[in-house]
Structure formats: structure tokens, C-alpha cells
């Protein structure tokens, strides 16, 4: 039976583990895209803008302080080239403490949070989601084990079975008239059913608080990612309180549904990528011609399918609000036009700080994260004068302006460079953008349909177009039948087992 702290057998089979890992996460997140979509579409017809806005108040500092729960330990667990008991039991006992800390924090927080909205019905959402923290940091290690040892399988029925507990329970508690008590009891039941199961999974149980002398580097690590995730989540949510702040709940609620909405494909495309190449690329850090083979294969494969995904979102934003959300939610359109223009790019730009922290350059990637937080926060304010829109349009334009900068501040010393980075990149973004302006085109000659014809001919048609258009550019189809016989090798070996 092989470790379940060392990494040899996952660089023996490296492409294997990958493929099967990558198979499983991303069915997962299909599955949960599926279900989180389905639940958005009842719930939203169930809820109000009201309803979202005040679970969103909520959340945004819930969100906020859960960063501080992990800090970073999870990564350090998944980085570390050579790992023993003790110091995931030190991690553990670590996660536990600040976890219960913060649940008290949370719940001492209550009567601020009402009184910072104005809003008295605040306080008692808050007190049960505080519980919520201590259950939760409970798995942050076991998770991190099964990421670490690429056992995706495990961990894709865990967190599938989380979200379909969760929507069950708000759609029924909605549907009795239970209003934002359905979104708080949906994160509680996701939270519970987690942990539950990722203990299951693992198989890794914790002995009594030790070892804490030789997980100190790992600390440091983790401390380091904990600063970046702070001020992520700053640029992440500070717009959602500014909104919510100066414009009202129904502006939040408006906002908020276009954002979610546009991170559900950012999400569960991005999540199974960087779940597989974090511990995959942790295993190559010694070897930077494979590093740079592997790195380059996953961002390719991970733009071909966001940069086109995109590019039809910009085009059919109202068919897709229309579809999903209802004709109450209209508004929400040009923001969830304006917001996939970074969305475009984002998820494969995001894989500077996967190259960073595989290498163990925590520093770096803490200071990036800084400046990042800076200039984007900076933009908010600037925007929130022009409401919600005005937010979108600023978030981006700052993630445009320190794009270029920040790829050479993060590739530097590293073995990915700039130009490998754009070269690699160069045609899934050329052949979305052809592939945009073709559907733009096409959709004035289908408004006469239904939007869901309309939305379904616009997809196809894109689809269709950009595959011709990849096949069509020099190298195109040897990327194709790599990636295809790669499928057909891990189906082979699947299927003689």
C-alpha cells in the first residue's frame, strides 16, 4: 500500500493520474454546474433580488473570513515535496483552532453587520453561519491528502453529493415560503455534508496536537498564501459590499446574480484544471523542460474551452440571463456582458499563481496578490458612482491594465516565460474571437425564434466554427489527436482494469 504522504507513484504515472483525475473533477463539476444551474433556475423564480441581496451582505464577510480559516495550510499539505504525519497532524490541529476562533468572531460580528447595512434582519442570518466555519475547517487536510495524491474520484463524489444535499434543502425550505433561510440552510448542508464525506474518503485520522516544530516552513508557506487570499478576496468582493452599500439591496441583488452566474462556468471549468496541475506541476518542480511541457498542455486545453465558452456569453448575455434567471432579472444583462470580457481571460491568466506556488515561491505570490488588491479595490471605488455597471466596467479595466505586468513579475525566474505564455495562448484567442464575430453576426438573423433556439443555434454554430477554425491552423491537429488519443489511452487502461 503506497503512502498516503509521498508523491512517487503519482509522478511514475503522471499523464495517467491526470487524465483519470481531470476526467473525474471535471465530471463532477459538470454535475454540479448542472445541479447549481437547475437550483438557480428554481430559486430564482422562488426568491427575490431582496432575498440574494441579503444573503449576499452576509456572505461577502463570511467569505472573507473562511480565507482565514485555511491559511494557506491546505496548499502548503498539497506543495510540499516530501510530507509525513506529523506535520499534516500540526496542520489539522492548526485549521481546527483558527476555525473555532473564527466562528466566534463571526457570531460576536452580528450585531455590526446589521447595524453597517441597516439592516436589523442581519443579525439572526448571521448566528447559524457561524457554525459553520468550525465544521468546515475540520476537512481542509483531508482534502488537501486527496488533492495531494491526484484520488479525484473520491474527492468528486464528496463534493457532487455536498451541492445536491444543499440545493435539495434550499429549493424545499424556498418552496414553504422560507425566503434567504432557504440560501443560509443551503450553505450549511453543502458545509456538514463535505466534511462528513471527506473524512470517509481520506481515511486519515489525526492524533493528539504535535509536530508543530517541523511543519514551520509549511507555516510560513501558508502564511504567505493566506495574504494573497485576503486581498484576492478583497478584489472579489469589496465590489458586492460597495454595491450593496450605495445602492441598495435590489442593486446588490441584480449584481450579484450576473456575477454568480458568470463564475459558474469560470468555476467548474478553471476548479478540475488547477485541482489536477497544483499537485501534478508540485511533483515536476525539479524538472523545467517537463514542467513547461505540462503547463503549457494544461493552459492550452483550459483556453480552448473557456475563450470560446466566453465569446458566446458576450454575444447571447440577455438570451442567457433570459434563460436562466427570468424576465424579473433582465437588468442583470449588460453586467454579465461587461463582466465576460474578463471572464475571457481570466481563467488562464489565474495560472500565474498555479506556476508560483508549485514552485514553492509563496513569497511572490503574496506580493503580487498586494498590488493586485490595491489597483483593483482602487477601481471599485472609482466605479461604484456609476452604480453597479459602473463597478463591472472598473473591474475590467484594472484587470487589463496590470495584465502584462503581472505575468512578467510571476514568470520571472520561473520556467515559463511571457512569450512561451502568449504563443501557447495564441490560438484558442484567435480562433474565439473569429468565432464571436461570426455568431455576432448571426444572431440578428435568429430573433424571430424562441431564445432558447436562439441561444442553442448561436452554441452549436459556434462550436462547429471553432473547431473547423482550430483544425485549419498550422499545429492545429496534432494538438487535436494528442489530446484525443490521450482520451482513448485512459479509456483502454480504464476498461482493461
Known amino acids: 500500500m503506497t503512502s498516503p504522504f509521498q508523491t512517487d507513484d503519482v509522478r511514475a504515472d503522471l499523464k495517467g493520474r491526470s487524465l483519470r483525475g481531470g ?9 454540479k454546474f448542472v445541479v447549481k444551474t437547475g ?48 506535520q499534516v497532524n500540526a496542520l489539522f490541529w492548526i485549521n481546527t483552532v483558527a476555525s473555532g476562533i473564527l466562528a466566534a468572531v463571526f457570531a460576536a460580528m452580528a450585531p455590526l453587520i446589521a447595524w453597517f447595512y441597516e439592516e436589523p434582519r442581519l443579525f439572526a442570518m448571521t448566528l447559524p453561519l457561524a457554525g459553520f466555519f468550525l465544521v468546515g475547517g475540520l476537512g481542509l487536510q483531508h482534502r488537501a491528502l486527496l488533492k495531494r495524491k491526484l484520488h479525484m ?8 453529493s455536498s451541492v445536491v ?19 443560509v ?23 493528539k496536537p504535535a509536530g508543530f516544530s517541523r511543519a514551520r516552513q509549511m507555516i510560513r508557506f501558508g502564511l504567505d498564501v493566506t495574504v494573497f487570499d485576503v486581498v484576492n478576496y478583497l478584489t472579489r468582493n469589496v465590489d458586492h459590499i460597495l454595491v450593496g452599500k450605495f445602492h441598495g ?17 469560470v468555476q467548474n471549468i478553471r476548479r478540475p484544471f488547477n485541482s489536477v496541475a497544483m499537485p501534478a506541476l508540485s511533483a515536476l518542480q525539479t524538472d523545467a ?62 495560472s500565474r499563481g498555479v506556476v508560483l506556488l508549485a514552485l514553492g515561491k509563496s513569497a511572490r505570490y503574496r506580493n503580487f496578490g498586494i498590488v493586485q488588491a490595491v489597483i483593483t479595490v482602487a477601481a471599485f471605488f472609482a466605479g461604484v458612482h456609476w452604480g453597479a455597471i459602473g463597478v463591472a466596467i472598473s473591474y475590467v479595466i484594472a484587470f487589463y491594465v496590470i495584465l502584462v505586468p503581472s505575468l512578467f513579475y510571476c514568470f520571472h525566474e520561473t520556467p515559463i516565460s511571457v512569450g512561451f505564455f502568449f504563443r501557447v495562448l495564441a490560438r484558442p484567442f484567435l480562433t474565439s474571437i473569429l468565432m464571436g464575430v461570426a455568431v455576432y453576426l448571426l444572431r440578428p438573423l435568429l430573433m424571430d425564434l424562441h431564445l432558447v433556439f436562439r441561444l442553442g443555434i448561436c452554441s452549436l454554430a ?36
Open 153 to 160: 474520484r473520491q474527492l468528486a463524489i464528496a463534493e457532487i
Open 289 to 350: 523542460d517537463a514542467f513547461r511541457r505540462y503547463y503549457g498542455r494544461y493552459i492550452t486545453l483550459l483556453g480552448a474551452i473557456m475563450m470560446p465558452t466566453m465569446a458566446v456569453f458576450w454575444v447571447c448575455s440577455e438570451e442567457v440571463i433570459l434563460l436562466v434567471l427570468g424576465t424579473q432579472w433582465l437588468e442583470a444583462a449588460p453586467i454579465f456582458q461587461v463582466l465576460a470580457l474578463v471572464a475571457f481571460t481570466h481563467t488562464v491568466v489565474s
Open 462 to 497: 459556434g462550436a462547429a466554427l471553432y473547431l473547423g477554425l482550430w483544425l485549419v491552423t498550422p499545429g492545429g491537429r496534432v494538438q487535436v489527436r494528442y489530446y484525443y488519443q490521450s482520451m482513448l489511452d485512459m479509456l483502454r487502461k480504464r476498461m482493461s482494469k
Open 249 to 265: 439591496s435590489d442593486a446588490l441583488g441584480i449584481y450579484s446574480r450576473a456575477y454568480a452566474l458568470m463564475m459558474l462556468p
Open 185 to 207: 440552510a443551503n450553505q450549511g448542508v453543502m458545509t456538514f455534508t463535505l466534511t462528513l464525506l471527506l473524512w470517509f474518503f481520506s481515511g486519515w485520522r489525526p492524533g
Open 39 to 86: 437550483s438557480l433556475v428554481v430559486l430564482a423564480r422562488l426568491l427575490t433580488p431582496e432575498d440574494y441581496g441579503l444573503f449576499g451582505m452576509v456572505f461577502a464577510i463570511v467569505g472573507f473570513l473562511t480565507v482565514f480559516m485555511d491559511i494557506g495550510l491546505s496548499m502548503a499539505t498539497i506543495q510540499k515535496k516530501d510530507l509525513e504525519q506529523d
Open 23 to 31: 476526467a473525474f473533477i471535471g465530471l463532477a463539476q459538470a454535475g
Open 165 to 183: 444535499a444543499g440545493a435539495t434543502v434550499a429549493i424545499v425550505l424556498a418552496a414553504v415560503g422560507a425566503r434567504y433561510w432557504a440560501l
